[in-house]
């Protein structure tokens, strides 16, 4: 059985793709961008507190050597987390578009 060579995508043919693509899984990969997008927004919603701490003298600035390191690792764990969830997304249309 001979196999025809693949050619390269237009412009259109892969607008059209992706749009039928998302129409048939949208609910999957609408949680999944909610999850990602949720853990990319996490850090910036844990560090908002810590300016008001050190307006009203709840808070010294010696603590800033536990709360910066402390933040990076959260930071980095959450950053893993939203690239983990895109990784899924990519790796579900690959399956999806291989076939």
Do not use: H
Not at 56 to 82: T, V
Request: with cysteine; net charge positive; hydrophobic share 60%.
């Amino acid at each position: 059985m001979a196999q025809t060579p693949l050619q390269p995508l237009s412009v259109g043919n892969v607008v059209s793709a992706a749009f039928r693509l998302y129409r048939d899984r949208f609910a999957t990969y609408l949680g999944i961008a909610i999850q990602a997008s949720l853990w990319i927004l996490v850090p910036f919603l844990a560090i908002l507190p810590i300016p008001f701490l050190f307006a009203f003298g709840q808070a010294e600035l010696s603590s800033l050597w536990i709360i910066i390191p402390l933040w990076l690792i959260f930071f980095f764990w959450c950053m893993a987390k939203y690239v983990m969830n895109s990784a899924l997304i990519s790796r579900l249309s690959f399956g999806i578009l291989a076939n």
